[in-house]
């Protein structure tokens, strides 16, 4: 039984493009959640979707977007990235009637943006 | 909103010793879940214990056990007959609970790099 699956592991980028982090929820789960964790701090959460859409956005900008599909993976795109976006982000996913007690966490995307 | 303070940047501790990580919270809310993860340098987190705030019991897995204080709004975590593997950073974190939904929002504290003697 596969996990929380993402990808890429690694990924550069320059200031001011635009990039597309994907997550896989563990098999069952239908509820994603997305954190980014900058170097030596606890992860921040970003949002969480469920049934394809925002289901609760923590404090980050417009330019930090996302998406669920049908199959209940999900994409984070980042727009106009900045230096201080250089992070690793978290993907967690559990089943709704479970509840977000049982989240898992997948081994994130370790974003550098030069 | 809720706030998570790890008071304690790095600790150690010697092989088959006992250590105790501390965590401190605050929130306004009664309902709410306590969590103790541990993140190697794969990077995953991994869940290490689970505490309802309803329950009074302290939670217990394996060689690891909370010592949850409500009142104190405290929520430490002890590793017993600690082994090479503990070696991580340990995060202490809160979810809330609001007409029984939390949405995945979980704070967490800053963490705690604990680091395991042979």
């Known amino acids: 039984d596969a996990g929380v699956t993402q990808s890429p592991t690694h990924l550069i980028k320059t200031r001011g493009q635009q990039v597309t982090l994907r997550c896989s929820p563990k098999?069952?789960?239908?509820?994603v959640s997305w954190y980014q964790q900058a170097l030596g701090q606890g992860p921040q959460f970003i949002f969480q979707y469920y049934e394809e859409e925002e289901r609760q956005r923590g404090n980050f900008p417009d330019r930090f977007s996302g998406h669920q599909f049908p199959n209940y993976s999900s994409e984070l795109n980042v727009n106009a990235l900045l230096l201080g976006d250089s992070a690793l982000y978290l993907c967690?996913?559990?089943?709704?009637?479970?509840?977000?007690?049982?989240?898992?966490f997948g081994s994130g995307t370790q974003l550098s943006v030069l | 909103a809720q706030t998570v303070t790890q008071s304690q940047p790095e600790m150690s501790v010697q092989e088959a010793e006992t250590v105790t990580l501390s965590c401190t919270y605050d929130t306004s809310e009664s309902d709410y879940y306590l969590f103790w993860y541990k993140q190697p340098p794969s990077r995953q987190m991994i869940l290490v214990i689970r505490?309802?705030?309803?329950?009074?019991q302290n939670a217990t897995e394996n060689r690891f056990s909370v010592n949850f204080q409500k009142a104190a709004k405290s929520f430490s975590l002890k590793i017993s007959d600690s082994q090479l593997g503990d070696a991580a950073m340990y995060f202490c974190a809160i979810l809330m609970v609001a007409g029984g939904t939390s949405y995945g929002k979980l704070t967490f504290g800053q963490g705690t790099i604990l680091t395991v003697h042979p």
């Open positions: 098999s069952g789960h239908d509820t």
């Open positions: 967690a996913s559990t089943f709704s009637l479970l509840g977000d007690e049982k989240l898992f």
């Open positions: 505490q309802e705030a309803y329950k009074q």
